[in-house]
């Protein structure tokens, strides 16, 4: 048995655990970060300031965006090949810096897992960024649900109050955790004292607000001014009210302080890694925040980021709203393809996705194919990324490798979840080609000033490739509500199963021929984003029927165990 076979069946946490970590002030040299500028979470993370931005250096350097194929469950890999890529990068002699969101509680105990990446490909300590890192999702938390607590403190007050109509609040609280148990609830309860009884409920913190905002900020007034633009609902007398009416703005930013701050750690083979925020992009905008991608160009070459879930999603969001705001525009996209997937996608059950079928594969190619579609119609060099699992067989590899050189797609194998950076250096490679064949800024898929309906059309039509939008009686009553607030100028963020580039998730392959159906549309005015919602989408996740919490302990002294 090869050295690759003997450790490829480590778990991701005993590799992590096995690993020599250096000093988090020996990783910020390398960033010529000084010691006086880093807040040491313990020896292996730290925050770092926002001075550190620096435009001009910004516009010098090179920006690769890491996306997927519509996934499975289990998901295809995006972060661990952001950091392979990284790895990989170094390897050949660029300066390169990983930039990533932070995990979310509900999938770490959900089914999907963690978000450190995997195999030699993780960034370090992995249970750390796992489980509670620096605290920034909590306080996300707690400026959240203190907005929740000053409306309802509002609605108690009948002589200083706004008069908010009780029925009209859309703002929600929010939980790091999934539980189905806490998506609609009845608060204020239990007599004169408890409260205006009224429906509630509890989102996912990665799907609130305030992560979107936090992640869209620029510094920390520009963070105030977003939280107070949240919309809250109404008064009696239709009179919209605000975040900033509420005089919340003040308290809740100073909760966020910190959690503006990026977040520095590792990979495993010592090259830095910037962490901050965790939008889910089946919900939000799905990336890491404007402020860590922006430090880690000021400070790197290049800088490899990812987009949750399938380029429809992540990818899309990226570009046509973080892109919009930031004024950033990467230089490459690398779409992650995994063999299991495109299988899947060809009409293998989950099951079976372990046995060659180069038929199967052969089908399900049309899922990639349309993505990459979608990267050429930004105007950004694609690359492949093929991210090999241990029961891929060379002919399936080589089917979609050859597939790819017929489309004239660059094409390369990452091997960086068994090899680390020695089995990526040939995709660094193809993407620093791709990054020196970039022409130009990305070209996004709408303009803003569009009207409403038209930007939602273009996203469904150009890039899902659906036939038409149909927009269902309360989605049309929230768009007079959107006309009425002065809000049809905003971006759009689609509220869309990841399971399928249709809104239904039975959709496999390349659907078509088939509508896209709105039933509602939220409003983020703080995020500056409209959500429309699509099929079954909520916004608090459910355990699965065998959570992974099953399988994680700790021991007595206090090694954990069973994170992925």
Sequence with gaps: MSTQEATRFKSDIEIAQEATLQHIRDIAAKLNIGEDDLELYGKHKAKIPLDLIDEDKIAQNKLILVTAITPTPSGEGKTTTSIGLTEGLNKIGKQTTVVL?????????????????????QVVPMEDINLHFTGDFSAVEKA????????????????????????????KRVMDMNDRAL?????????????????????????????????????LADLKTKIGNIYVGDTWDRKAIYARDLKAEGAMTALLKDAIKPNLVQTLEGNPAIIHGGPFANIAQGTNSVIATKTGLSLSDYVVTEAGFGADLGAEK???????????????????????????????????????NVDALKKGMANLEKHLENVQQFGVPGVVAINRFHTDTDEEVEAVAARCREMGVRVALNDGWAKGGDGVTELAQEVVAAVEACEGPYQPVY???????????????KVYGADRVVFQDKANLHLRKIKRLGLEHLPICVAKTQ?????????????????????????????????????????MPGLPSVPAAEGIDIDANGVISGLS
């Excluded at 609609?184 to 239990?190: I, P, Q, S």
């Excluded at 000033?449 to 039509?461: M, Y």
Aim: charged content about 20%.
């Design 447 to 461: 303009d803003w000033d569009l009207p409403v309906k038209e930007k939602i059309e273009a996203i469904a039509t």
């Design 318 to 356: 990226f570009l046509d709203i973080k892109c919009g705001y930031s004024g950033l525009s990467p230089h490459a996209i690398v779409v992650v393809a995994t063999i299991r997937a495109l299988k899947y996608h060809g009409g293998v059950p989950l099951d079976e996705l372990k046995t060659p």
């Design 499 to 539: 399971n399928s580039i249709s809104d239904n998730p039975k959709l496999l392959g390349r659907p078509s021929g088939f509508s896209l159906a709105v039933r509602e549309i939220e409003i983020a005015a703080g995020a500056g984003f409209l959500i429309p919602i699509t099929g079954a989408m909520l916004r």
């Design 101 to 121: 969101r932070e995990p979310s509680l509900g999938p770490v105990f959900g089914i999907k897992g963690g978000a450190a990446g995997g195999g030699y490909s």
């Design 183 to 219: 998506r609609d609830l009845v608060v204020g309860l239990g007599g004169r004292t408890g409260g205006i009884p009224r429906e509630d409920g509890f989102n996912i913190t990665a799907a609130s607000e305030i992560m979107a905002i936090l992640c869209l900020a620029n510094n």
């Design 144 to 171: 959240n649900n203190l907005l929740s607590a000053l409306i309802d403190n509002n609605l108690q007050n009948k002589k200083h109050g706004l008069g908010i109509d009780s029925r009209s609040v859309v703002w």
